[in-house]
């Protein structure tokens, strides 16, 4: 397994090469903004040691690597995420990093850590050489045009990856701007329509089978022994063959697709059928038209406490940049998610079933000081962005009110 993430990963890497031969990726280091790398017994007398996936790939990393990557093991090591991240700030800005690797939010931490030790605005006067962003683990649009702001300069250029616990899945083909899907290092793929996922024997189709435009569960059969395991993420396929450079189809080459979201990751509380994809989409477009940029996000159902009458979604945002106006940008938001799915046009129409969406203004560090509150704070782990119980949305509201994260309530909620 540990062969197979490596050749996706320098797969990840050839592709965009092939399309930017000129530009200079390996005179400096490689900063993987990664997970814990202290991994634990899975027993008191077991001799198998488990945790975060990119802490593992740290520690298996060949020592001839060292001069080219960062962290070094000491560093990883450390246990406190406060404490590693000034670290980590402290000493790579004196390194030439050329490429940095990580979690969009997190990322966007690192670089505050850097600019309040260096005192200077943008990551472009730290890192000049910065050529390379390989992000992954969330959709990056919501966060695209925060970080050009924050990076400052037009040479850095933004890789997407999609590697996974259970395997890696495919990697961003810049001649597409596009995930394709990488075939070749002992990972099988099987997709399912998502809505056959319940059936007791749904049908299950190769690459070779796919259709564009449907909703795909990925299966994943493993050399490392998982048999048609469903991850829980959904794609959808843009096309199965690539187009040739010489016009028509090209010769056999497939699988150009996107991430949509998670199987248990969609909002239909009140028959909305919303995904990740829509909800991000939308949370850009709101954030584009009012000049704000966006940290993180978390969304969920509120539910009528008289027991009749309509509900509605509560948006917990944190903005790095907040909106000039929080009303249109919770307008254009409504009106985004009414243009891309009928169903939820539908609900909303008269606010007989639904009303608009409430959006609540989220301090900054706020979600970093929950996730620490749950011992899940800083490498690969990620701020649920959608619950449709409603539970984890209240617990995450109550908590962030008690703790002083939110701003004043009347200033913040935008009920339509």
Known sequence: ??????????????????????????????????????????????????????????????????????????????????????????????????????????????????????????????????RLVIHGGTSFEPYRSMFRQVIGSDD?????????????????????????????????????????????????????????????????????????????????????????????????????????GRTKYYLSAFGEHLISEEIERAMTNAADATGAALADFHVGPVFPTSGSGPGRHRYLVEFVQPPHDLESFARTLDETLCRVNEDYQAHRAGDLTMRAPEVTLVRRGGFAAWMKSKGKLGGQHKLPRMDNTGKLTEEISRWLVTEGHVEHQNELVVSG
């Open 156 to 260: 850095a250029h933004f890789l997407e990856t999609y590697p996974a616990s259970e395997g890696f899945i495919a990697a961003e083909d810049h001649r597409y701007k596009m995930l394709r899907l990488i075939p070749d290092h002992n990972v099988f793929f099987e997709f399912v329509p998502v809505d056959e996922l319940s059936k007791n024997r749904p049908t299950r189709h190769t690459v070779a089978e796919v259709v564009p435009g449907i909703q795909y569960a990925v299966v994943l059969t493993t050399c490392a022994g998982l048999w048609s395991y469903v991850i829980g993420d959904t794609v959808c396929f843009e096309s199965t063959r690539l187009p040739s450079p010489l016009g028509g189809e090209g010769l056999g080459v497939r699988g150009l697709l996107r991430f949509t």
């Open 1 to 130: 397994m540990m062969a197979s993430n490596q050749k996706a990963a320098l797969t990840s890497l050839a592709w965009f090469r092939a399309v930017h031969p000129e530009i200079p990726l390996f005179t400096g280091r490689l900063f993987f903004l990664g997970g814990s790398t202290d991994l634990q017994r899975l027993g008191p007398d077991s001799a198998i040691l488990a945790g975060d996936l990119s802490g593992i790939v740290a520690r298996e990393a060949p020592a001839t690597m060292g001069p080219f990557t960062y962290p070094p093991l000491d560093v990883a090591l450390l246990k406190d995420w406060e404490e590693k991240l000034t670290v980590l700030a402290e000493q790579s800005v004196k390194l030439p990093i050329t490429m940095i690797s990580g979690v969009p939010s997190w990322l966007l931490v690192l670089f505050d850590r850097l600019k309040q030790i260096t005192g200077k605005k943008q990551i472009a006067e730290i890192w000049p050489e910065l």
